[in-house]
């Protein structure tokens, strides 16, 4: 590993600082001038280095967002699965940004962080595993019972159902008990 840029060495305080002036917008020598209020010297390229690794992170986050509505769109609304889905997605994405150095190069890792790759990777694969098996119960689940109310209903239907307002009464009965849909 490399030695840490002067930025890094900072105080987190400062480090905050610079943090907060650029999410508001700040320029670079908008940056600068308030670290020189503060007593702090840092170069303006450093800085600018900063800022663009701020930047990135910022855009990543962003992308992490955009993931989660787009899981949320097509997994559905349960909060557990979104959150369970949504980590799995991070990490992947981090062990691969992991992988590759600031200019795309493959980084060259340490026997042991190369086992901690490998033994995240496991364990995201055994997370996504549990995440599919447990879909997949809450969807037999859900069959289920929809078999059993479909099952009632037409047995409500050969004995109660005679007109065709009590079929409509019926239905709409299906339609709250099974899916949850009021009208």
Known sequence: MGRQSSIRRLPPEVREVISDLRERGRTIDEILDKLRELDVSVSRSALGRHVKQLDAIG??????????EALVKRYGEAPESRTAKLNIELMHGLISKLMFSEDGRQVELEPKEAMQIATAMQKL???SKQEVDREALLKREFAQKVDRKLAEAEVTLASEASSPADRQEVLRRIREDIYGIFS
């Not at 855009?59 to 993931?67: H, K, M, Q, V």
Request: aromatic share 0%.
């Open 59 to 68: 855009a990543e986050l962003r992308r992490s967002r955009a993931i989660a």
């Open 125 to 127: 694969a055994q997370a």
